[in-house]
């Protein structure tokens, strides 16, 4: 029967205070079902004075259970001492333990499951595929494909140099150098040892723990290549060497292609370094001015003569003028950018055309002396004013809310220069919180 229950601290600990219940109970009846056994021979070992510790199931209250490691000692006159230790804090590191050591057989299960897809892939493939040690071009491993391939040279090779013609060397340095630092390299036509006709040759610099290893697809060319029509092709060739920018991107607006004049403009040095790069990044003074285009461009459709700025990856900007519009017939929505440096314009003779103001420079000779400049500088300053606005404006769609945050003004702040130029109405969106409509 327990007499009295003390604590040696941690009273305050959740479950612990309740043992005091317990006083008046018989220990074997406070104990769970499957810790009675346990209970009974603890005690009955404690008396012949030779009792060894038992982790014990205790529970303090209905539906509430407390594991506890108890030792038992005799303490005279008939009575026994149980002490007992809470090992909730080690049951639960122990259950997280156990959690991890799962979560990391799942995980290599996974990594295995994934390395045989891929290991069947790898060898399932109709063109050859090798893995090359960067440091010494050593072929490491190749797909079924690229082993008939080797198979089938003059000699045996296992390196990259003799895999291919000693006129092709300087081309299979150029691609290994430009994989090495960017990452890959795009197909280079390289001649195959004894054969009497060029492969592609692309080429991707991959880490496996320590070591860099260079991944080889290999394009025999066995199939004939597609031939574009001639009015096509020449197409094509004048986008490659267009003094212009010329840039497709997706409905999301992730870039697909581009033009050597885009990778100058945009300060990059191969296009490789486009990879899952959005136009926005470089396109716009804020990200929304390119979110805006291409709403236009899916509602409004082609886009013209609209001036913005091009950001390079180095910190540049190039004032640039640009077209845009989709592309027909495609599944999936692609759009064309064609985009024209205006940053460095030779200045109008004198006394031609319009000033940036709206003023023609006679005009503003014969108001000088009439006019203070105090004035003429603040009529100048509404009309850009004024024009940025409706600008914004037109991009925007009317969209005030998205003009103020182009213009980098208040909603408040564009309603009272809207109603200062008597643009449009002036009044509220409706979309505006009810709050700043009553404001406007």
Known sequence: MIQSVRFG??????????????????????????????????????????????????????????????????????HLVVCGRDLRPLTSLQQQLVEALQAVERDYARLKQTETRYRLLFQMSGEPVLLADAATLQIVETNLAAERLISSLPAAVRDLPGLFEPASGPRLSELLAEARSAGRAEEVPLRLRGRDRDGLVSASLVRQDSQLLFLLRIATGEARPQQLPPEQARMAAFVEVSPDAIVLASGEGKVLGANPSFLSLAELASLSQLEGETLGRFLGRQEVEFEVLLANLRLRGPVRLLQTVLRGALGGETRVELAAAAVPGLDQPVYGFAIRDIGARPA???????????????????????????????????VIEKLAIEAALELAGDNRALAAEMLGLSRQSLYVKLRRFGIGDSGRDAGDPPEEQEEA
């Open 9 to 78: 601290f941690g009273e305050q600990e959740t479950g612990l205070s309740a043992l005091r219940a317990l006083a008046g109970s018989r220990f074997v009846d406070c104990v769970l079902p499957d810790s009675r056994s346990k209970a009974a021979a603890l005690l009955e070992e404690a008396r012949l004075g030779r009792a060894r510790p038992r982790h014990i199931n205790i529970s303090p209250a209905r539906g509430q259970s407390l594991a506890m490691m108890c030792a038992a000692a005799p303490a005279g006159a008939g």
């Open 348 to 382: 109008a003779p004198q006394g031609v055309g319009q000033g940036a103001v709206g003023f023609a420079p006679g005009q503003l000779a014969e108001l000088v002396g009439h006019v203070p400049l105090r004035e003429l500088v603040r009529e100048a300053t509404d």
